[in-house]
């Protein structure tokens, strides 16, 4: 029998907080009894927050345990095949292999393509551009008016929804081949409920009669950087009830990976191996649901940038709920503390059960050139003045939270254009209003700025940011 645990580690992608009854959804027929089985059983993270809110900076942090100014990956176009990766850093599923593990992924992943973490990596039922492969008509899609993303809708079959195979592989490989004596890190990593927002029957009127909003709530933008991308998204062109609609079918197909999470963990335990296996759930990001006018991600607001994380294993690690402050990118030291493998000393962040939580913590969006835009992928989102579309990044304490424009068109910004965004969680958890015109704040504005910009000031940039080709491009 081996003397180092397994690791299962489930992940999902645009993955709300509030979407985890765990966590506290914003009604009580919502719930997600499956993932609440690793909650209650083990830690859940209340202030954890994803490195960029964005798939692949996001996941290249976490992969590499180092944050996008090192890695130089700020948007998606760091999965594109033209894109220049040459950054020299071990991820950590590289790492576990060299010191005895076997390494697999189900499902996406979602990286610049120099890097190739795992020794076996299976992307059944998580490919974006074969997710409506033998589909014969469009499930009433409600698509965003610029991205034209699929947020709302059912999966119209007849083919099996894609994810099933994902869940069944995963499962099939727990019954059959997860025994071996060598331990394994896996993971089974899931699109959902990235978009399509598409749940498959019965998921997909599970939660239809609730009493949705059918308005854009909330008041309006309170920085620049908000107002542009809630223009860019245009979420006002929404019918009342393609807003009610987007919001039953997300949380509907929430419920469906519950469901998923549940045969998963079933498969663990017939296999005997939940009190071998620490377990892992979270997300890369979360989603903007039209609060305020905003959809999809790229802004650092509490629907998008705090992401659910869940840590168990059974008999080790006492059930509880904690509050400190911490980031996607600390998992992996975190799990070479659990498991007894000694981290690589490229890796940052912390070990969440040894080390002290950090005052501060950061996050990054966009490279900043002459020729970025918002939606890459679309060609779509230029700066009112004709300017690229900026690099915001944000940082966090356990009381406030300060994002602002770092980079534009190739290089810092002035203080003028800073356009910053302070909120106070103690009097506005939601963290909607902006207090950094407010005198009373001035103090925390400055000490906050002084260490944001002094963290732009030490960023990798890449040697070239491509342009949108369909050759080249990967999926959002």
Not at 392 to 417: F, H, N, W
Request: contains cysteine.
């Amino acid at each position: 029998m081996t003397t180092r645990p397994n690791i299962l580690w489930i992940m999902g992608d645009e993955f709300r907080t509030d979407a985890l009854s765990c966590y506290g959804t914003p009604h009580p027929a919502i719930t997600t009894p499956q993932i609440d089985r690793i909650a209650s059983a083990g830690v859940r993270f209340d202030n954890c927050f994803c490195n960029s809110p964005i798939c692949v900076p996001s996941r290249t942090s976490e992969m590499t345990a180092n944050p996008p100014e090192v890695t130089g990956v700020y948007g998606n176009e760091g999965s594109w095949a033209s894109y220049p990766y040459d950054r020299d850093l071990i991820t950590f599923p590289e790492h576990f292999a060299r010191n005895g593990y076997r390494t697999l992924n189900f499902g996406k992943t979602h990286l610049p393509v120099a890097l190739r973490p795992w020794q076996s990596d299976d992307h059944v039922g998580a490919d974006l551009g074969g997710f409506f492969d033998g589909v014969e008509d469009d499930g009433g899609q409600i698509l965003t008016p610029t991205l034209k993303a699929a947020i709302g809708g059912t999966f119209p079959g007849p083919v099996e929804f894609p994810g099933n195979k994902l869940t069944r592989a995963a499962a099939t490989w727990l019954r059959s081949e997860a025994a071996a004596e060598q331990p394994f890190l896996a993971r089974v990593s899931y699109l959902q409920p990235h978009s399509p927002v598409m749940p498959p029957a019965p998921y997909d009127t599970l939660y239809r009669d609730l009493d949705w909003p059918r308005s854009i709530d909330g008041g309006p933008p309170e920085s620049a950087f908000e107002q542009s991308f809630v223009d860019v998204m245009q979420a006002a062109a929404l019918s009342p009830d393609d807003l009610a609609r987007i919001r039953s079918d997300y949380y509907g197909l929430v419920r469906w990976l519950d469901d998923q999470v549940g045969v998963i963990l079933d498969a663990l335990e017939a296999s005997g191996l939940t009190e071998r296996t620490i377990i892992v759930l979270e997300a890369d990001h979360g989603v903007s649901l039209a609060e305020r006018g905003r959809l999809q991600k790229h802004t650092f607001f509490p629907e998008v940038h705090r992401i659910p994380r869940l840590i168990a294993w059974r008999g080790q690690l006492q059930p509880q709920a904690r509050a400190d402050l911490c980031e996607s990118l600390d998992l992996a030291r975190t799990l070479c503390g659990l498991t007894g493998v000694q981290p690589a000393e490229s890796f940052q962040g912390r070990d969440l059960f040894r080390d002290p939580p950090p005052e501060v913590i950061f996050s990054t969006v966009g490279y900043g050139t002459r020729d970025s835009y918002a939606l890459p992928n679309q060609v779509v989102g230029r700066w009112a003045d004709g300017s690229g579309w900026p690099r915001r990044s944000c940082i966090r304490t356990a009381r406030y939270r300060l994002d602002m424009t770092v980079r534009q068109d190739g290089a810092p910004v002035l203080p003028e254009k800073e356009d910053p965004f302070l909120a106070d969680l103690a009097l506005d958890p939601l963290e909607e209003a902006n207090r950094a015109c407010d005198p009373a704040y001035s103090a925390i504005l400055a000490d906050l700025r002084a260490k944001l910009l002094a963290r732009a000031a030490e960023t990798y940039e890449p040697a070239f940011v491509p342009t949108f080709s369909a050759a080249g491009r990967g999926v959002n």
